[in-house]
């Protein structure tokens, strides 16, 4: 089996080699090839990543290179964890929007928007370089925005799942907190990718015993601290937020704190410089504890259960993954890209039936998805009018004067990596 990581000279891929390494009876690589332009990260990583596959005597072999075509060919499955423009693109995206007052951030809002951008093109040309190599090859892909890039790949007809961490950060919380395996946590997990809420935690599996107010009554004040969200808001919606949802549900007062702090970019760009460092001491043969500030925990668990899955090596039955609602949320057109509990197999991941979201959650779903139908449409063509109303229809924007000024900053900052502009 052959597996290509894009993206990977990232600081996050010793989590994934890790998991690829415990987990190897799931996913018996034979071949992993790691893809990155930037050569220096690159080989710091790969000689990291030999010596956690040595160190636990994984008998698979690691290979490094800039050249995506050669990277993917004849790949059984392509992971793709990329950021275009770096954390300095990063850093503007968690910048420019406060100067108007909203929300900066990297996967939503204006910034989230800016992102979206200047990945969806540079996802679809390798997702046709994968499919000119190997056709039958899965992508899976970690990208964010992940609902909107993995809506590009599909509509482009490829062969591609979405995966995010939140879901399986809660179920391990959880089960943590319940003192049960975390196989033995189900979630009824609905909503858009960042944009989703815990509606039961279920014992057994999706029939099991909703477990939830149980959880809520007893360790609420550790789900709010985990959230950042007072307890009230979290007992009123009898439900668990992902985090992202305070963006929505305190807007205001996280304006305020991110116009007083250093911008998350800055922590990580600093994060990432010593973790390179590190990854050049030849004695390194683990994943450093400072990776699990980077964020992504939980990631390589993820990524190993999906791949095998549609890779015909097992897998879990249920996993919370990124596909087409197909008919699952009947108030989203079918070609929207949903986060739900699925069925995945090698055909691909069939979204589990769920009762209709409470009006509370539908309509910011509905909005927010009709923000990303105009946002792939501005990644896809280009053009400050799509931008502009892209912003104008995002419910963390949504006024005129500050989609005009949005749109005049996006576009400022990004100039390099749109075409049209």
Request: glycine share 10%.
């Amino acid at each position: 089996m052959k597996l290509a990581v894009v993206g990977g000279g990232s600081t996050y891929t010793p989590e994934l080699i890790d998991g690829f390494a415990r987990l190897r009876d799931s996913l018996p690589i034979e071949e992993l090839v790691l893809v990155d332009p930037a050569a220096d990260r690159l080989d710091l990583v790969g000689g990291l990543a030999r010596r956690i596959f040595a160190k636990q005597g994984h008998p698979g072999r690691i290979v490094t290179t800039s050249d995506v075509d050669a990277g993917v060919a004849d790949a059984d499955a392509v992971l793709l964890q990329l950021r275009v423009g770096g954390q300095a693109a990063r850093q503007q995206d968690e910048t420019w929007p406060l100067e108007c007052g909203c929300v900066g951030q990297e996967t939503t809002g204006a910034g989230g928007l800016a992102k979206a951008l200047r990945t969806v093109p540079v996802v679809l040309d390798i997702a046709e370089r994968v499919r000119r190599t190997n056709p039958d090859a899965w992508i899976i892909d970690f990208t964010n925005p992940v609902g909107i890039v993995t809506r590009a790949l599909l509509q482009a007809g490829h062969k591609a799942v979405g995966l995010c961490n939140v879901a399986i950060g809660f179920q391990r919380k959880f089960a943590k907190l319940l003192d049960v395996a975390p196989g033995e946590v189900h979630l009824d997990h609905v909503g858009l990718n960042h944009l989703t809420w815990e509606t039961g935690v279920r014992l057994g599996g999706p029939g099991g015993t909703d477990v939830l107010p149980r959880l809520l009554a007893e360790h609420g004040e550790a789900v709010a601290a985990d959230l950042r969200m007072p307890r009230e808001i979290v007992d009123r919606l009898g439900v668990v937020p992902s985090y992202y949802l305070r963006y929505f549900y305190q807007h205001d007062a996280v304006v305020e704190e991110l116009r007083t702090k250093p911008s998350r970019a800055a922590e990580v760009a600093a994060m990432e410089q010593e973790l390179l460092r590190m990854y050049g001491d030849p004695a390194l043969d683990e994943k450093p504890e400072l990776l699990a500030k980077r964020g992504g925990a939980f990631y390589s668990e993820a990524a190993v259960d999906l791949a095998a899955s549609l890779l015909g090596n097992g897998g879990s039955p249920y996993q919370v993954v990124n596909t087409r609602n197909n008919g699952t949320l009947p108030f989203l057109p079918d070609d929207a890209v949903i986060e739900v509990q699925a069925t995945v197999d090698r055909k691909g991941a069939q979204p589990l039936a769920v009762p209709r979201p409470d009006p509370l959650y539908a309509g910011l779903i509905a909005h927010v998805t009709g923000y990303e139908d105009l946002a792939l449409d501005a990644a896809l063509r280009g053009g400050r009018d799509r931008v502009f109303k892209a912003l104008l229809a995002h419910p963390l924007v949504g006024q005129y004067a500050y989609a005009e000024r949005l749109t005049d900053s996006l576009v400022a900052h990004n100039r390099e990596h749109l075409a049209w502009a």
